[in-house]
Nanobody, 118 residues
Framework: VHLEQSGGGEVQAGGSLRLSCATR????????MGWYRQAPGKERELVAA???????YVAESVKGRFTISRDNTKNALYLQMNSLKPEDTAMYYC?????????????WGQGTQVTVSA
């Protein structure tokens, strides 16, 4: 599965950004998709994920601020990020796979940098 990311950039704390992840084929054929992030010197973190088999997952660190969604008509996955904090600064990656638990073994987008300034 080819994943093409867009969005991201730099924003002040409290601001919003939306990340997009476009699939080359029908997104309906992808069982699970999600967003990871990795900050320098930190482990990769699953931020949000969704699949047809279980309710959406959102990490505690972003709960209430980030929302994951799909647009089947545009074959795209989104991550809406509100009330951004400096600790949200990281490289963000979308991923696609068979299940949420095995997302890291699937396909990856190219990554997009999100920088939140205080």
């Amino acid at each position: 599965v080819h994943l093409e990311q867009s969005g991201g950039g730099e924003v002040q704390a409290g601001g919003s950004l939306r990340l997009s992840c476009a699939t080359r084929g029908s997104i309906l054929s992808i069982p699970a998709m999600g967003w990871y992030r990795q900050a320098p010197g930190k482990e990769r973190e699953l931020v949000a994920a969704e699949s047809s088999e279980r309710p959406s997952y959102v990490a505690e660190s972003v709960k209430g601020r980030f929302t994951i969604s799909r647009d089947n008509t545009k074959n795209a996955l989104y991550l809406q990020m509100n009330s951004l904090k400096p600790e949200d600064t990281a490289m963000y990656y979308c991923a696609a796979g068979l299940t949420v638990d095995t997302l890291s073994q699937g396909s990856w987008g190219q990554g997009t940098q999100v920088t939140v300034s205080a």
